[in-house]
């Protein structure tokens, strides 16, 4: 497993325990990159993995057009939708980076998922319990602003 974070300390670890990460291979300092937004927030974002963007499409497609733009992805801040629409095939998910007003990850968000990547927005602060158990996590990004683990 490759975990990436901007700082690592005794809260890293603890956080991995806690949110069903149950074995560390390797824990390497995130890149100083910051999530680059394009000016014309109506554009639309590129997702890797078709399944979530169908499933982020669903929850977030304000203007049912079909597609998901960087300005609905940052008015998101709940994520209960998405908690209820996941599927097992979902693999990637490091568009979630854009969605740059959501707070927390309730539990049992990811479960149970076959997520492998994943990249955290940047004013994540929160992670619930359980929120990737059961995950095939083989990279995931966290922010140094998480802080708060149950």
Do not use: W
Request: hydrophobic letters at 40%; proline letters at 4%; one cysteine or more.
């Amino acid at each position: 497993m490759k975990f990436h974070f901007r700082h690592q300390n005794t809260t890293t670890v603890l956080l991995l325990l806690c949110i069903g990460l149950s074995s560390i291979c390797s824990c390497t300092e995130k890149p100083d990159d910051e999530v680059k937004l394009p000016e014309n927030m109506e554009e639309t974002i590129e997702f890797a993995d078709p399944s979530m963007k169908r499933i982020c499409i669903l929850a977030y497609d304000d203007n049912n057009d079909g597609e998901l733009s960087f300005e609905e992805a940052a008015k998101v801040t709940d994520l209960s939708l998405l908690k209820n629409l996941m599927v097992a095939g979902v693999t990637s998910f490091d568009e979630f980076k854009y969605f740059i007003n959501v707070k927390e990850i309730p539990e049992e968000t990811f479960s149970s998922t076959s997520l492998s990547k994943i990249t955290l927005p940047e004013n994540l602060i929160a992670i619930r319990n359980r929120a990737f158990s059961g995950c095939k996590l083989t990279t995931i990004t966290i922010p140094d602003k998480v802080l708060t683990m149950d």
